[in-house]
């Protein structure tokens, strides 16, 4: 789940089954029979058995935590985008054109020469800022103004959707400022967590030191930052209760702050930040923001700067010389992760230039590589997805008719928005220079801000994208109560343009399911057809809903995913019912086409066993330890293997499907299974 801009529930694909080719041995369009284990029965773990073959053939990578399928789909989707752009890259084009910013911009990204010489100059300027800095309005004005190009300081700073009101653009501000990216790496007192704590200030200490602190005062700068961060991260409410909408909107009068959350130079903030006038907020998470205005409060102004120049120097650091990138890979790649070797520049250049002007490259992406009859095709897939999820609604015995007539409602009115947008993103203002990379990424962001900016107060643009056409990936929006499938996904192994319906049922129709289920998981079933925050069932079905949820909650705590180490059924619950009723409503929609009536062996496979070896080969892949606990602790969706050996022994149709029974290991009792959609 990410956040962009407003709740949002994001279906980020993490692994999938690389590109097959037609007429080899073994082979058919879109399944490699060498991908998998025949050695392990489908019972006893249907992960190993449909993709062991191809963890076996495809060791991690030294540059990758995890490597998939996935990954190899975006090194090829990365290899196809470097063309474009380097075909950009260095031409004479006219100045303010798409290509030559992108083209300029890749070009800066890949010049070491000049990067290495720069060293920490580029950031000099935001540093001096905060260096001047006297008095703590200065550091109200100075944390408002880094909040347009730096990571948020604090507490962060929004625009989007009023959740009550999804017509209409509201500010909201949320918990935010850590660097580590979740609370419990600050607070919990177990090996890992201690030894993270130890490099991340490690971490803090070289790269101030890179930044031309002495060792001493580097050693003082990251003892207040960790001082600082630990701090917000034990006031930050926790994961679980991120996801619960309810919870996370307070609607507040800008009067009513001082009283409600704390007192503070409010008008300050949001003059600084250009949000000068507005009368009225949702302040996401309140104690939170009240304890880093107690900290902005009480710390001396020289600890504040250090805390303010961290900010800037972690977010810069990717885009400035080795000595930073190598620091920040240490921690984040090597420590957290598990990664062995920074990935090579030009990968890191162009996810840079993708994620400053993706719509400029996007243009390009679906120009060359996006065919029409895909789109055509992805409609249609569509709409059967749709009339699928429909009849299996009218046909549950656990809901009412009066939530079942509101469900449909809410079906009927989903947005479909398939490989990209109508209209494209305009990036006249936006200025690509000569002067540095760092300024470069600075003024993207900064025209990134303006365009949030722009959207203050006025009715939500229903036509925008949250994706660029080039991703790899899927997105549910319960606030505009849209679908979205960009381009990029519309590949092998999710989408075959000449496959059997089977593998594309089991491939990008489960990820249709899932986006759609999205719409009905334990926190989008709480927005309306307009994208609403409101209860529109009735509460004995709200209540039947929670009992068969938690079917699913239970059985994902019970799962191992290393050592000690257990799932998270509570944070993943709103995934695993996606991908539990994507399976479901394409399976559903999957026995209406010809080739599932026919019931027809290709490969020695039946129809329906093709399907689920499609869907188990969206995740194949490999993935090191400490990816694995990072993964755990961050991530709102479970771990691949648990993606398919989780989800499948809730699924009737994988039983018939390969004969599974009592004696397999992953049986489930039909009265134990979860049933919901």
Not at 439 to 460: C, T, Y
Not at 472 to 497: D, H, K
Not at 602 to 611: E, K, N, S, V
Not at 615 to 624: F, S, T
Request: with cysteine; charged share 25%.
């Amino acid at each position: 789940m990410k956040r962009l801009l407003f709740p949002i529930t994001v279906f980020f694909i993490m692994t999938t089954i690389g590109c097959t080719e037609q007429g080899k041995t073994g082979m058919t369009q879109g399944l490699n029979i060498s991908d998998m284990d025949t050695t392990v029965s489908p019972g006893e773990s249907f992960y190993q058995y449909a993709t062991g073959g191809w963890q076996k053939a495809n060791p991690i990578p030294d540059e990758y935590a995890r490597y998939g399928s996935f990954d190899k789909l975006r090194e090829e989707n990365q290899h196809q985008i470097q063309a474009l752009i380097q075909d950009l890259s260095g031409q004479d084009y006219e100045n303010g054109t798409n290509a030559q910013k992108v083209g300029d911009l890749y070009s800066i990204g890949m010049d070491s020469v000049k990067l290495n010489s720069d060293g920490a100059e580029p950031i000099r300027p935001l540093l001096q800022k905060i260096a001047d800095v006297v008095s703590k309005e200065d550091i109200i004005r100075v944390s408002a103004q880094l909040s347009k190009v730096v990571s948020n300081p604090f507490f962060g700073f929004s625009v989007g959707p009023d959740d009550k009101n999804s017509s209409m653009n509201i500010v909201h501000i949320y918990q935010s400022g850590i660097g580590m990216g979740d609370r419990d790496y600050y607070l919990l007192q177990n090996e890992h967590s201690q030894n993270l704590r130890a490099a991340y200030i490690k971490l803090m200490e070289t790269q101030f030191q890179n930044t031309g602190y002495s060792e001493a005062d580097a050693k003082k700068a990251a003892a207040n930052v960790m001082k600082i961060e630990t701090e917000l991260a034990g006031a930050h409410v926790t994961k679980e209760m991120r996801r619960l909408p309810e919870l996370n909107y307070h609607k507040l009068l800008v009067s009513e702050l001082d009283n409600q959350v704390a007192p503070f130079a409010w008008n300050i903030y949001f003059d600084e930040l250009g949000a000068a006038g507005i009368d009225s907020l949702n302040v996401s998470q309140i104690e939170p923001v009240k304890a880093a205005i107690a900290i902005i409060e009480r710390e001396p102004i020289e600890v504040l700067k250090d805390y303010l120049s961290w900010k800037v120097i972690n977010s810069a650091a990717n885009y400035l010389s080795d000595d930073f990138v190598n620091a920040n890979f240490e921690f984040y790649g090597r420590t957290m992760s598990g990664s062995k070797e920074l990935r090579p520049r030009w990968r890191r250049t162009i996810d840079a230039v993708n994620g400053a002007m993706g719509e400029a490259v996007g243009q390009l992406y679906v120009e060359k590589y996006f065919p029409a009859e895909a789109k055509e095709r992805m409609l249609n897939l569509v709409e059967n997805l749709k009339i699928s999820l429909g009849e299996r609604i009218s046909q549950l015995e656990w809901m009412s008719d009066a939530t079942k007539e509101k469900a449909q409602e809410k079906l009927g009115t989903f947005i479909v928005k398939i490989g990209y947008p109508d209209k494209w993103k305009d990036y006249s203002s936006l200025e690509i220079k000569d002067d540095s990379y760092w300024q470069n990424i600075m003024r993207a962001s900064e025209f990134a801000w303006e365009e949030m900016m722009d959207e203050l107060g006025k009715p939500v643009d229903r036509t925008k994208w949250y994706m660029s056409p080039q991703t790899v990936n899927a997105y549910y929006s319960p606030s505009s109560n849209e679908i979205c499938f960009p381009a990029g996904i519309l590949q092998p192994p999710f989408f075959y343009m000449d496959g059997d319906d089977a593998i594309n049922y089991g491939g990008i129709g489960v990820v249709i399911g899932h986006e759609m289920t999205h719409g009905f998981d334990d926190q989008g079933r709480k927005f309306d057809k307009d994208g609403n925050l409101t209860d529109w069932w009735t509460a004995e079905d709200a209540a039947r809903f929670d009992e068969r949820a938690n079917v699913l909650v239970d059985f994902f705590d019970n799962i191992v995913v290393l050592d000690t180490v257990h799932a998270n059924g509570t944070f993943t619950l709103g995934e695993n019912i996606a991908d539990h009723g994507g399976l479901q409503v394409a399976y559903h929609a999957f026995q209406k086409t010809d080739q599932a009536k026919k019931d027809e062996n290709i490969d020695g496979f039946t129809p329906a066993q093709r399907f689920f070896l499609s869907y188990a080969g969206l995740w194949a892949g490999n993935v090191r330890d400490a990816e694995i606990l990072r993964l755990t602790q961050i991530d709102p969706h479970s771990l691949g293997k648990w993606r398919v050996d989780g989800a499948l022994p809730h699924i009737e149709a994988w039983y018939e499907a390969f004969g599974i029974d009592s004696e397999d290991p992953m049986y489930v009792p039909a009265e134990e299974r979860a049933s919901i959609w």
